[in-house]
């Protein structure tokens, strides 16, 4: 493979990073290509040795993922560590993917139901001492007002899950990465 179809392809695989990252990976293996051929290496030679652009790619998405997952834990760089790490799993998609779908959408689900019972528990303190609620409005208020603090523990446990399944997912994603990489590199 010739450097220009192997940068390219890199470049397609590193699609949709911040373009200024993308650029400085783009360097770096440009770098290689010129110290290869300043030690009399053929192009070909130099792809085969750096690997398969795409699966570098893919490494690359998922240590960008990982580090952004660890400077800032939030859903947004949650969910792009978890969709950089099923980049990198492509190999195990059909094993892992019936895993964890169906947690995503339980905890999908869960969180639905407890912004639910917030709610319902903001309607019956707001509501409740105005209808006749069974008890008085003292036990409507009280009520309302344990209904949505409950609500608000589950969701910090919740999330505690959720940081934990996300962590775990970015284990598995290094033990993947570790496994892999001597075979990787043998084909040098």
Not at 34 to 53: I, T
Not at 116 to 138: E, K, N, Q, Y
Not at 175 to 188: K, W
């Amino acid at each position: 493979m010739k450097r220009n179809e192997f940068i390219r392809r890199l470049k397609a695989g590193l699609k949709g990073m911040p373009t200024d990252v993308v650029d400085e990976i783009v360097a770096d293996y440009q770098e290689h290509f010129e110290a290869g051929a300043a030690e009399g290496r053929s192009e070909d030679e130099v792809a085969a040795a750096l690997g398969n652009p795409s699966r570098l790619a893919r490494e690359l998405r998922f240590e960008a993922g990982l580090r952004n997952w660890k400077t800032e834990a939030s859903p947004s760089s949650a969910w792009a560590a978890i969709l950089a790490f099923m980049g990198l799993a492509t190999i195990d998609i059909l094993i892992l993917l019936p895993i964890v779908l169906p947690i995503l959408g339980v905890m999908f689900g869960l969180f639905v139901a407890v912004l639910a019972c917030f709610i319902g528990g903001g309607f019956v303190l707001i509501a409740g001492p105005f209808s006749g609620f069974p008890g008085g409005p003292l036990v409507a208020i009280l009520g309302g007002l344990g209904l949505m603090s409950a609500s608000v523990a589950v969701a910090a446990l919740l999330t505690l899950v959720s940081i934990w399944i996300v962590n775990a997912l970015m284990w598995f994603g290094r033990l993947h990465y570790r496994v892999l990489e001597p075979a990787i590199h043998s084909d040098n």
